[in-house]
């Protein structure tokens, strides 16, 4: 049995506040851990680098020259992927092209009523470190999302860093880079990585900005080095709500609960309708397709432990709720998702009507995959060509209206206790 | 004397990456402390605030109310203001709020080429916090900068908290909180406001987002919430950068460098230029104006620790180092300006020409006066309208596209080993 609760129950208010309070993460404490081998590889550089992969990835490498891939070691890895999955990854990096290449900012430079020249000018992040996690959550799709948006910027070099412990490199996650276009590749992790990404080694160069997911480590490490460098967000486990009317297929909408639940035993999966029987239905096709599916402990944990149905009378009431989950994923499958979507004031990414599966948008949609997590969605948004790029004000006077503008400023200026900011501007109008 | 580096001389790139790395700020390590209180606000609430209020501001209030600042306190306020200043600060308002709409992100909608539907909608945070520091640094300058771009966003509630020690509140910054439109005003600082603003407490309902500067208590606060609500960059001292030509008048460059200066000990006043003899001028220029300025000490203190002055053999030399320096502000005063800002890659936001003191942008220029310090212009911007938005991405198929799209998905699913996602496809095409 997956929790429920019902809008018109007494206590709902508090169980629904519950359900958004709930922790699914367990943050290991791993900081003072990271903050030695930040500090050992700022200090000593490749050596550290080498000594720390050494020691957690038990890859004994003598020089930076074996942990870095070359291209050979992508031609092989190409060629060891399948036609298919590499025309795949092709198309969708053709997709996610195309969609952020919208997004790509413009220069705005203007001369306002009194003559002051203002500007917005935008250029990109000079050089971009993409952490790829190792293992089971080694996703090549990752590497496009991430990837993609800073080529779109013009982010001139794009370091990756992925961890191959005992050697086990993914190739497919390679196969991604090439087509995506990184710059360079080396096969190292963890904490270890993030340092020599942000202090730089004698081999690797630092770069000023750090995206893309890891472990507790990784993450603990990205906080650590903010300030020297920029980093994304540091995303949660995954979460899907689905807001469904009674004219749905549940076996479909179980499919794409289950989905979610897959990621992870932390990730959510939630449903809200107006239908007790869709509620029921569904509830039944998760059971049935739990048993058939390769990730079926994940999934079944997921479910079990975070998963919930909530029914309201009407699906207008399920908006404000869908508002205050503030969810990663949010599908709209009802008949009428426009209208729905007018409504939507919180979410990273929504699925509008029967035919878009959330999957759709992990892969070759062209909408980004990063997206914000655990509620974040109420301050922050998913990534974009934004996060590659930054913005510098421009302003320009003359004489004419620096002494249009200046008494106001000199004003202020004297108003806080600030007198040289005054005299800047008096001393040029002979004040 | 102040530093001087040429860019001639041996060692010239050591000493210049000696000054990049130099640490400006000592932080204070305040952070267990600022840990107990922000879990004392999360577990008492009102109590907690209104405890930790006694304690710090020495502000003995029974009750919330008493810390809530009412229409009559603004009004009151107001009337204390100069009339000549309120009027700076409404032309401050305006200027700011005319550049700022300018920023406003646009929906965009569209339809691909196979017919599926995509997009980004902006909308506004439904809630910030605004922190004004008390005391010194208390600028009714900042609360306009931070509050309205907010206001443009289209923020529902603007919560102002700004501690008042002793009782003692800047009429000016209640006048700039009612100009800029501020919702509600709290008379609360420190860690504890931080804590009321992003979990609430019985009477601050909580925000979505905390924006403003403020001292090392309420820095670490902030980057403790940061998850739980988002945040604004944690600001350094400030900075500025003057590349200018021999054709420039050193008094005037010398007000400029001292007015960043003036600011804090910790501020870096640059500058860098192709005559020797206008760098002598400069130098001696500061001096005779440090002696007749009210923040003489801290000015002094600025200038001599922090403080540098970097021959170049010509101004192309210039640009490198100064997008090596990625100033927060960035002074071209030279006879072409817009030569040298086609060459600005790192910067925070530029000045250009002989007429355009920093400080007009600080007070009335229009553009915001916070701004990326410490080198993080390689990978961040200042404040604007896209710091209170967000982003959802829209994804729509039907039943076409989805058969277009459905296969490429459903074979990056499989090859990450994830089922279930390829399953949400492969059942809606009966495959």
């Avoid at 795949?88 to 430079?109: G, K």
């Avoid at 869709?278 to 048993?291: F, G, N, T």
């Avoid at 004489?399 to 806080?416: Q, V, Y």
């Amino acid at each position: 049995m997956v929790l429920r609760l019902t809008t018109a129950d007494t206590g709902f208010d508090d169980d629904f506040k519950a359900l958004l309070a709930g922790k699914r993460e367990v943050s290991e404490d791993v900081d003072h851990i990271v903050r030695d081998i930040l500090e050992s590889v700022r200090q000593n550089g490749d050596k550290a680098v080498l000594d720390y992969t050494r020691k957690f990835d038990r890859l004994d490498a003598g020089t930076m020259a074996e942990l870095t891939v070359s291209e050979a070691e992508i031609d092989a890895a190409m060629a060891e992927v399948p036609a298919e999955t590499l025309n795949a990854l092709q198309l969708a990096y053709e997709r996610i092209y195309a969609h952020h290449a919208r997004q790509m900012p413009e220069d705005d430079r203007y001369t306002d009523a009194i003559g002051v020249e203002l500007g917005s000018l935008w250029t990109a992040v000079e050089a971009v470190g993409v952490y790829v996690p190792g293992g089971l959550a080694s996703y090549p799709s990752s590497v496009l999302m991430n990837v993609v948006p800073a080529k779109v910027a013009g982010v001139d070099r794009i370091v990756m860093v992925v961890p191959s412990p005992d050697g086990i490199l993914n190739p497919m996650v390679l196969a991604a880079a090439k087509v995506a276009g990184v710059s360079e590749i080396y096969r190292i992790g963890g904490a270890q990585a993030v340092a020599a990404l942000a202090y730089g080694t004698e081999t690797i160069s630092p770069v000023a900005k750090i995206v893309g997911p890891g472990n507790a480590f990784v993450a603990a490490a990205k906080r650590r080095v903010f300030g020297t460098v920029g980093i994304d967000m540091i995303a949660g486990p995954s979460e899907v709500l689905i807001v469904a009317d009674g004219g749905n297929n549940a076996d479909w909408l179980a499919a794409d609960l289950l989905a979610q639940a897959e990621h992870d035993t932390a990730a959510q999966s939630l449903l809200i309708t107006d239908s007790a029987d869709l509620a029921d239905e569904v509830e039944k096709a998760v059971e049935a397709q739990l048993k058939t599916l390769p990730r079926e402990d994940v999934a079944r944990a997921s479910w079990q432990d975070f998963g919930a149905i909530i029914l309201v009378p009407d699906l207008d009431a399920a908006m404000p709720l869908a508002n205050r989950i503030a969810p990663e994923h949010l599908e709209l499958a009802v008949s009428d998702p426009e209208a729905l979507l007018k409504k939507v004031r919180n979410a990273g990414a929504v699925f509008l009507g029967h035919y878009t599966p959330e999957a759709i948008g992990d892969y070759v949609g062209g909408s980004n995959h990063v997206l914000p997590t655990a509620r974040s969605a109420r301050f922050s948004s998913g990534l974009s060509v934004l996060e590659f790029v930054k913005r510098t004000s421009i302003l320009k006077c003359n004489p004419d209206n620096l002494r249009a503008l200046g008494p106001a400023a000199i004003a202020l200026g004297e108003s806080e206790g600030l007198s040289a900011h005054a005299r800047s501007v008096s001393i040029r109008l002979n004040l």
